[in-house]
């Protein structure tokens, strides 16, 4: 039987704070590395973690032009979930937003293709303003 953990008891908030320009990134950056080191992640996993805030916190501030929030959970176990919340205007397509090379701000469109190959598990949740359903495709990356 599986257990079902209780995000109440169970999980743990490690870092909580807003994103409103790159420079969040070096505390973000900071905080994360030791925790996952104290959480003996091995240095690959840790790099990768790494990265995938870096395109998360980069994604808010591009596309949300830094109306964001990012956070940090400590699952029961060495296992960290990160989340970030933007307040943008929403992908229009979801499935092209997530091939390498496409960008909607002229960048070289790596961001999601990165944070869905270096995460363990990745889910994105996206909705425009006032159009239509939401979309699933990431927000939440298990470490």
């Known amino acids: 039987?599986?257990?079902v953990y209780d995000s109440a008891t169970d999980c743990k908030l490690l870092?909580?704070?807003?994103?409103?320009?790159?420079s969040a990134l070096i505390l973000l950056r900071s905080r994360l590395s030791a925790i996952a080191q104290r959480l003996?992640?091995?240095?690959?996993k840790r790099e990768n973690l790494l990265l995938v805030a870096s395109e998360m916190v980069s994604n808010q501030v591009k596309h949300a032009n830094g109306r964001g929030l990012f956070q940090v959970w400590q699952q029961p176990?060495?296992?960290?979930?990160?989340?970030?919340l933007d307040f943008g205007s929403?992908?229009?397509?979801l499935s092209q937003a997530q091939e390498d090379g496409y960008s909607s701000v002229n960048t070289l469109?790596?961001?999601?293709?990165?944070?869905?190959?270096?995460?363990?598990?990745?889910?994105?949740?996206t909705q425009q303003e006032n159009i239509g359903p939401i979309k699933k495709g990431y927000v939440t990356v298990n470490c």
Do not use: H, W
Not at 15 to 22: A, D, K, L
Not at 109 to 125: A, P, Q, T
């Open 15 to 22: 870092y909580n704070s807003p994103v409103q320009n790159e």
């Open 40 to 44: 003996g992640f091995p240095d690959g």
């Open 77 to 84: 176990g060495p296992i960290l979930d990160i989340l970030a």
């Open 90 to 93: 929403g992908i229009s397509c």
């Open 109 to 125: 469109g790596k961001g999601l293709g990165s944070i869905y190959r270096l995460s363990d598990e990745s889910f994105v949740y």
């Open 1 to 3: 039987m599986t257990k």
